[in-house]
């Protein structure tokens, strides 16, 4: 068993999730990645992990890219419930990457904001675009 487990929901499209996951790699860690496009979402674990960040469902709801508008989920006042039941539906409208390690949960965007969850960290990284991340 690993004695820093790392999970990180990942879309290998997202140049964010790419990055995020190269900085967790580059730490020393090999993460366990769930495809969760692939693999979809449940109820539970989405409040298990909007619980451990301390958010609310609209606070990971992705708009860009995904039918969240034509589902009418973008106005202040739909309800927890209906966007969790969305996301359920839709896994792409789960934003990304979402990294749970000991230290905590976090949505990773941008994708250097996985570094306060590790304990450990590269000495720098470049991410796709060319900037360099120093922690």
């Not at 860690?29 to 960040?53: F, K």
């Not at 589902?71 to 309800?79: H, K």
Request: proline fraction near 9%.
């Amino acid at each position: 068993m690993n004695a820093f487990p790392i999970t990180i929901y990942h879309n290998p499209a997202c140049g964010t999730s790419r990055n995020a996951l190269a900085l967790i790699r580059a730490a020393g860690y090999e993460p366990t990645v769930v495809l969760y496009l692939r693999t979809g979402w449940t109820r539970p674990e989405l409040e298990r992990l909007l619980a451990a960040m301390q958010a609310r469902p609209h606070d990971i709801l992705r708009a860009k890219g995904t039918p969240a508008a034509e589902l009418g989920l973008l106005d202040a006042s739909v309800t927890d419930d209906r966007i969790l039941d969305a996301m359920v539906a839709h896994p792409i409208l789960v934003n990304r990457p979402i990294v749970a390690t000991p230290v905590g949960v976090r949505l990773a965007r941008p994708s250097e904001r996985v570094l306060d969850l590790l304990e450990r960290k590269p000495d720098s990284f470049t991410k796709e675009d060319g900037e360099v991340v120093r922690p």
